[in-house]
């Protein structure tokens, strides 16, 4: 096991904690220090490369072995996200509160456990943009969470991808786990032919959608839509002019996701 330490101020708290989340982080220790300052200790299977972090001086050390698992799943707790969802470690079996379904959040190697707030927000567009039957790419599918909403919200043809080999071995772990049926590749738009998505759903970062934006366009079919997710407020300019959306923004936490 291996610990991140980092060290914030109070402001920059939740911040740098929904960001160790997104890293698949198994669990995290807040010791707020007299000074105003925080120390934040994150469990990790696996050491990663830390530039997102780097502000915050970043300390590796080894863990010394103890009941890891049960500290990190103690901070797991279920979540109710849009109308339809409701978000439970995958060890709990809580029941879904009436009209919603269960999404299994599995803390794990890849990005994309459902706790973040881009994540939440792309499951809250899918709610009205997953048509029936329609065809959908779950873009930079992670650990496959979005790929199995659009199963539970009635998707037909499901394809999810990711450019990093990991997030697809375990989105294809999960998929089969589930006994669904998720075309699941190692790569990009580039495998996706001409006008055949109804539905692209594409959870990046600002720089990304930006730049995917016309091979995001040229695999959409007639009359498709892209939910973009996983921008702040800083960059829903260029997000829009890059897809010439005056779409409304929804908002959660500082992040921001449009359907276009
Ligand atoms: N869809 C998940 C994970 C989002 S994290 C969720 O919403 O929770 C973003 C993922 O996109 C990462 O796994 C990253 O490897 C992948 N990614 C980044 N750029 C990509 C690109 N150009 N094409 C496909 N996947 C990409």
Redesign the pocket.
């Known amino acids: 096991m291996h610990i991140l330490q980092l060290e914030c101020s109070r402001a920059e708290r939740d911040f740098v904690v929904a960001d160790l989340w997104?890293h698949a982080v198994l669990g995290i220790e807040e010791d707020e220090q007299p000074d105003g300052r925080v120390i934040l200790k994150a469990w990790f299977e696996f050491a990663i490369e830390t530039p997102a972090f780097e502000r915050y001086a970043p300390q590796w050390y080894r863990a010394p072995e103890q009941d890891w698992e049960a500290l990190s799943r103690e901070q797991w707790d279920t979540v109710e996200v849009g109308s339809r969802f409701f978000l439970v470690p995958e060890w709990r079996d809580d029941p879904p509160p009436a009209g919603r379904m269960r999404l299994a959040m599995r803390p794990g190697r890849?990005?994309?456990?459902?706790w973040?707030a881009?994540?939440q927000l792309?499951l809250e567009c899918m709610e009205t943009a997953v048509k029936p039957g329609a065809t959908v790419l779950?873009?930079?599918?992670?650990?496959g969470?979005?790929a199995v909403a659009a199963h539970l919200l009635g998707a037909g043809r499901i394809y999810a991808?990711?450019?990093?080999h990991d997030?697809t071995a375990v989105a294809s772990e999960r998929f089969r786990d589930e006994g669904i049926e998720i075309r699941t590749f190692t790569?990009?738009?580039r495998s996706v032919r001409d006008g055949s998505v109804d539905l692209v759903?594409a959870?990046?970062n600002a720089a990304?959608l930006v730049d995917?934006a016309g091979e995001i366009r040229r695999i959409l079919a007639p009359g498709g839509k892209v939910i973009l997710?996983?921008f702040r407020e800083r960059d829903l300019a260029r997000v829009r002019r890059a897809w010439n959306c005056e779409a409304e923004a929804r908002e959660k936490d500082g992040w921001l996701a449009l359907v276009c």
Do not use: F
């Open positions: 997104e890849a990005c994309g456990t459902g973040a881009p994540t792309a779950d873009l930079g599918t992670g650990a969470i979005l991808c990711d450019i990093d997030a790569g990009s738009t759903i959870n990046l990304t995917l997710s996983g």
